[in-house]
């Protein structure tokens, strides 16, 4: 089936990539005007807008299954692409679009649950031989259960939810005696976030390297992987700066790693682009975390150093289409470095800065993409995240690849809006990023010699913080309250560096 039309489920910078790829094939693309943004900058790059901005729920549109498939059946459209976030990982909206057969742009609604579902992923892993840090396979019951497991396995442990990610439901335990409160927060926290308050426990592997591979597979069994990603530079376990490749990994753990992604894949009949994650410890001992099977925030390194359109096989393969190369030809070329670049005050521990962007100038050198959903003049609310841009850097080295990301951020200028400009300013020029030994502890434990700030800011800063540890204290007597109860870009810069299979 060869696809004319998509809808796209999904706003911002996602958005806008995935605009811009269909308009590359001829795709007919359709947004959708939320009353939360009817002048976003999305519907700018689209072809046709089905307009809700009078229309006004509790629920946003991009999470309500139903509300988009009635969208779905009035404009008729071929296909339905979530993006990332939202309801891309939900195994529930795929089927629902299989059900009225309209191409989902992503894997099978089986595949998505077995991989969505982190205690069946350990199942199908233990299965399949794959690497796993010592833990259990099945949820937990009660904190009798957690502290039964966690004493066999030895402290520290981390405590999960089965289901979602972000770093909700997630809880670490250095010592027996903080088990009932964390195992009662980690189960809360999961079942308002997710719906689900099932959790699960494994060893906490401590300040190990995130690295992720990009797998992508047809529908005729084929997989491939496009190499890792260095995502290790991260803030409770949210990334803020990856680069492809790994400074840690030798061309035999590449290998050795990347067969591992291709079996987990393979072990799901997995279709589409997707992600294998690991942990990697200091003796090179890596153990398969989980699988997120949509496309990444981070994919534009990837596309920088394989010269592929992640996006655009995304829908090939959703086309019935074959992948055309097969493992022994991808070739990494060169290195790529993404920067966050998110409306963030730092020093105020990350704290999302709301404001208007009065002027923005980007960057526009060769080795540079910058993929946004926002411009002047545009608000950054408390309805979504606060992200501005990705900005995608690429350099024949790792060190040119520094240094040219040094060059572009000292050219991106942000007026209206504390950002994380200085931030990674910082992280590049720092003795661990550049001779590649850090780890995913490094902000926790080198984020406070990496400021100078004059006495104004460090009281600001401190006030935030103040401000911070009080509403975290209040959700937590508010979750000890519910426990109790029983509640439940710039157009492709880098275009010539894309090409098809």
């Given at each position: 089936m060869s696809i004319k039309?998509?809808?796209?489920?999904?706003?911002?910078?996602?958005?806008?990539?995935?605009?811009?790829?269909?308009?590359?094939?001829?795709?007919?693309?359709?947004?959708?005007?939320?009353?939360?943004?009817?002048?976003?900058?999305?519907?700018?790059?689209?072809?046709?807008?089905?307009?809700?901005?009078?229309?006004?729920?509790?629920?946003?549109?991009?999470?309500?299954?139903?509300?988009?498939?009635?969208?779905?059946?009035?404009?008729?459209?071929?296909?339905?692409?979530?993006?990332?976030?939202?309801?891309?990982?939900n195994a529930y909206f795929a089927q629902r679009c299989v059900n009225i057969n309209v191409k989902f742009v992503g894997p099978t609604p089986d595949a998505i649950h077995k991989m969505g579902n982190k205690t069946i992923a350990r199942q199908i892993a233990t299965k399949n031989e794959i690497p796993l840090a010592s833990g259990t396979t099945r949820s937990i019951r009660d904190a009798a259960d957690a502290k039964k497991v966690s004493d066999k396995i030895g402290y520290p442990v981390i405590i999960k939810a089965a289901s979602g990610g972000g770093g909700r439901?997630?809880?670490?335990?250095?010592?027996?005696?903080?088990?009932?409160?964390?195992?009662?927060?980690?189960?809360?926290?999961?079942?308002?976030?997710?719906?689900?308050?099932?959790?699960?426990?494994?060893?906490?592997?401590?300040?190990?390297?995130?690295?992720?591979?990009?797998?992508?597979?047809?529908?005729?069994?084929?997989?491939?992987?496009?190499?890792?990603?260095?995502?290790?530079?991260?803030?409770?376990?949210?990334?803020?700066?990856?680069?492809?490749?790994?400074?840690?990994?030798?061309?035999?753990?590449?290998?050795?790693?990347?067969?591992?992604?291709?079996?987990?894949?393979?072990?799901?009949?997995?279709?589409?682009?997707?992600?294998?994650?690991?942990l990697l410890d200091t003796n090179n001992n890596y153990y398969f975390m989980e699988m997120n099977t949509r496309i990444q925030v981070e994919h534009p390194v990837t596309e920088m150093v394989t010269g592929f359109d992640l996006i655009e096989q995304q829908i090939r393969v959703a086309q019935g289409e074959k992948l055309t190369i097969t493992q022994k030809d991808i070739k990494i070329n060169g290195w790529a470095i993404e920067c966050r670049i998110n409306a963030e005050d730092v020093q105020a521990g990350f704290s999302p800065y709301l404001g208007t962007i009065e002027k923005m100038v980007l960057p526009n050198d060769e080795n540079v993409r910058i993929d946004s959903g926002v411009v002047e003049g545009d608000t950054i609310s408390p309805n979504f995240d606060s992200m501005i841009a990705k900005l995608i850097v690429w350099g024949e080295t790792r060190d040119e690849a520094i240094a040219n990301t040094q060059k572009?951020?000292?050219?991106?200028?942000?007026?209206?809006?504390?950002?994380?400009?200085?931030?990674?300013?910082?992280?590049?020029?720092?003795?661990?990023?550049?001779?590649?030994?850090?780890?995913?502890?490094?902000?926790?434990?080198?984020?406070?010699?990496?400021?100078?700030?004059?006495?104004?800011?460090?009281?600001?800063?401190?006030?935030?913080?103040?401000?911070?540890?009080?509403?975290?204290?209040?959700?937590?007597?508010?979750?000890?309250?519910?426990?109790?109860?029983?509640?439940?870009?710039?157009?492709w810069l880098l275009n010539k560096r894309m090409k098809s299979f």
């Open positions: 039309s998509i809808l796209i489920a999904n706003r911002g910078e996602i958005a806008v990539r995935i605009a811009k790829t269909c308009k590359i094939m001829g795709i007919e693309t359709w947004g959708i005007k939320t009353s939360a943004e009817p002048k976003a900058h999305y519907l700018t790059q689209v072809d046709k807008v089905y307009d809700l901005s009078d229309v006004f729920s509790e629920v946003l549109v991009f999470l309500d299954v139903e509300k988009l498939m009635d969208i779905v059946a009035e404009i008729k459209v071929d296909a339905v692409h979530p993006g990332y976030g939202f309801l891309a990982e439901g997630m809880r670490v335990i250095h010592k027996p005696e903080e088990l009932a409160q964390m195992f009662r927060l980690a189960t809360t926290e999961a079942e308002k976030a997710f719906n689900d308050p099932s959790v699960f426990i494994e060893k906490y592997i401590q300040n190990p390297k995130h690295i992720e591979f990009q797998i992508m597979a047809d529908s005729h069994g084929n997989v491939i992987h496009l190499g890792e990603r260095e995502c290790s530079i991260q803030r409770k376990h949210q990334k803020l700066l990856e680069e492809a490749p790994s400074p840690a990994l030798s061309p035999e753990l590449r290998k050795e790693m990347g067969d591992i992604a291709i079996r987990i894949a393979q072990a799901v009949n997995y279709e589409s682009a997707g992600t294998v994650e690991f572009a951020l000292s050219k991106l200028w942000i007026k209206g809006l504390k950002t994380t400009i200085p931030f990674f300013k910082t992280v590049l020029n720092h003795s661990s990023f550049t001779n590649g030994s850090f780890n995913t502890g490094f902000i926790e434990n080198e984020l406070e010699f990496m400021h100078e700030s004059t006495d104004e800011e460090e009281a600001l800063a401190a006030w935030f913080a103040t401000l911070q540890y009080i509403n975290e204290k209040e959700k937590e007597a508010e979750n000890q309250v519910d426990f109790e109860q029983g509640k439940n870009i710039n157009p």
